[in-house]
Structure formats: C-alpha cells, structure tokens
C-alpha cells in the first residue's frame, strides 16, 4: 500500500493505493496522522486506489473516527472500489463514517 498526503483548503487529503491489510495497518495509521501524532480534526481518505480491505483497516478507520469526533472534526471516506465498500456496508462503517462517491463531493459534503 502507499499512501500520499495533501492538504485541499484546511482538509487533509489521504490518498491510498493497494490493499490494506494486518502488513500496512502500521503505514496507514502514520498516513491518517498528522506531524505531532495526532489526528487533523477534518481529513478526506481518497479509497480509489483501494483494491482490497481487511479488519486491520477498519480497525484503524474506527480509531481514527473516534480520534476526530473529540475534536468535533470529522473522517469522510470517498470513491470506494465496489469490493471495499461492501466490506464497509457488512461491517456498518458506511453508518459511521460518510462514504461519498468522490473525492470533491466528500470535500464539500
């Protein structure tokens, strides 16, 4: 997996590629982090490039959620593959976590 960093008007923006699974979990937690080790109050995580998901990454997307709700931020995923969003759906994340289809509707939602 690798995971890229921008920043879209005050937002961050993760975008990832690959599979996320128990091997990246350790990479995916330090691409949701800021610099200082805590988590931005709003971030947009781009899961286009996304071909496979795991628990270990839920796990980390959950964290991460509750990271940012003390804060009153919040974690928007968006353009999730079909198989990753089903993951998503069975688990209930989508419930949790705003699921846009793209990364521009996220960033305005």
Not at 47 to 63: E, H, K, P, Q, R
């Amino acid at each position: 997996m690798s995971a890229e960093c921008t920043d879209v008007e005050g937002i961050r923006l993760v975008t990832l590629r690959g599979e996320i699974d128990q091997d990246v979990k350790d990479v995916l937690t330090e691409a949701l982090m800021s610099c200082d080790g805590t988590m931005p109050p709003r971030t947009v995580v781009d899961l286009s490039g996304v071909t496979f998901i795991d628990s270990s990454g839920i796990n980390v997307f959950i964290a991460a959620y509750q990271a940012v709700g003390g804060s009153q931020g919040w974690l928007r995923m968006a353009g999730a593959q079909t198989s990753v969003l089903r993951v998503f759906q069975l688990v209930g994340l989508d419930q949790v976590i705003g699921c846009h289809p793209t990364v521009e509707q996220a960033l305005t939602a």
